[in-house]
């Protein structure tokens, strides 16, 4: 049986940011060689493991599955003193990295601690605020010498946070942000691994989005897909989130609809969770979804698109939370909608086919 909270762990505890994803790369291959006939890496990096159909059509038919391996991350911008100032890389938030426990990817790895000016040392107003990036710090509790020897200018940072389980089946973690769908794509394959299915699968584990999409779109190219589906986190409820951008952890998937969405991979999507009673949540979106389906969609002369999103709360931190269960079921309906897909699918959403809104 397939381990998944023991797979989230190995993925999501390696140190891979945007633009360096070698490490997490190599251990989804690792985990994808049981489940899938051949690999491929297109320029960019993404790696891309294909599934042959069981029953195959002529012509083949391509769906591609797309979550990122990339995290958000810092980077060493100098050295004074023995204390490293940082750059942030993407999208992390400088009000939660006080006193956070770092990897400093130096000339080996080193553990350090994020550090700033202590607040009997700061003015009335500055106590009043969050430190700046330009005003936090990493220590390694090294002498200044040995720091130079070891850190340069340009070497990584992520933070130094192991998995952990929390009551009602949910786990805490760094980088859910996507290592968790490309772990929900391996529950897929392994689910596969027992049904019949005549579509060629093409599973990416894309690069950089966090840096503008660009994994996604190279691997569109590369893959040139006749549909695809990709999947990234969405917004759990906690305080000051609003409701209507919301869905509750634990149950089940968002499913994406809007400017973003084939209209007919949504209906189809709806129609395979309700047959096989998987739970799910519809998510509007008005335009842009901010994710790698944004990319997809306007690959080469379009491809037809679908999101699936995984609720975490405290996104980008070193502590977004999620259900297990959800990414069991967000898997499970992946590999159900591969199995519904015929020879003939392609027809069915064609856009001539598509009524005119009333």
């Known amino acids: 049986m397939f ?20 490490p997490v790369r190599e251990l989804v291959r690792d985990t994808w060689a049981d489940f899938v006939d051949e690999f491929e890496i297109d320029g960019l990096g993404s790696l891309i493991g294909i599934k042959r159909a069981t029953r195959p059509v002529d012509p083949p038919r391509k769906i591609m599955l797309a979550a ?42 080193l553990r350090g601690i994020v550090a700033t000016v202590p607040p009997h040392l700061l003015s009335a ?10 005003q936090l710090v990493i220590d390694l509790g090294l002498p200044a010498e040995e720091v130079e020897q ?9 933070p130094d946070a192991p998995l952990l389980e929390l009551n009602g089946n949910l786990v805490v973690g760094k980088a859910f942000d996507d290592r ?30 966090e840096s503008g999409l660009y994994g996604a779109t190279t691997a569109a190219y590369h893959i040139q897909p006749d549909i695809a589906i990709a999947l990234d986190v969405g917004f ?38 309700d047959r096989h009673e998987i739970k799910y949540q519809p998510m509007p ?31 980008h931190s070193p502590i977004e939370t999620c259900s297990l269960r959800d990414i069991e079921r967000t898997g499970r309906l992946l590999a159900h909608f591969i199995a519904s897909l015929d020879a003939d699918f392609m027809q069915a959403i064609d856009w001539n086919e598509l009524d005119d809104v009333s």
């Open 68 to 109: 990122h391996m990339d995290e958000i991350g810092m980077m060493v911008r100098d050295v004074v003193d023995g204390f490293i100032f940082v750059h942030r890389v993407s999208g992390v938030d400088n009000r939660i990295m006080m006193a956070q426990p770092v990897i400093v990817h130096g000339k080996e790895p």
């Open 285 to 315: 979106f008005v335009g842009a979804t901010g994710t790698d389906a944004w990319a997809i969609q306007v690959a080469r002369e379009g491809i037809p698109t679908a999101l699936l999103s995984l609720p975490i709360r405290n996104m």
């Open 3 to 22: 381990d998944i909270k023991s797979h989230l762990q190995e993925i999501t505890e390696a140190h891979a940011p945007s633009g360096h994803e070698g």
């Open 236 to 273: 759990a409820p906690q305080p000051g989130m609003p409701s209507d951008d919301a869905s509750d952890i634990d149950g089940g998937p968002e499913i994406a609809l809007g400017a973003n969405i084939h209209p007919k991979l949504y209906d189809k999507i709806i129609e395979v969770a």
């Open 125 to 134: 107003d500055d106590r009043k605020k969050y430190p700046s990036f330009d």
């Open 150 to 158: 070891l850190v340069q200018i340009g070497d990584l940072i992520t």
């Open 180 to 209: 968790a769908c490309i772990a929900i794509v391996s529950f897929a394959l392994n689910e596969l691994q027992n049904m019949q299915h005549t579509w060629d699968v093409y599973a990416a584990a894309t690069v950089q989005e």
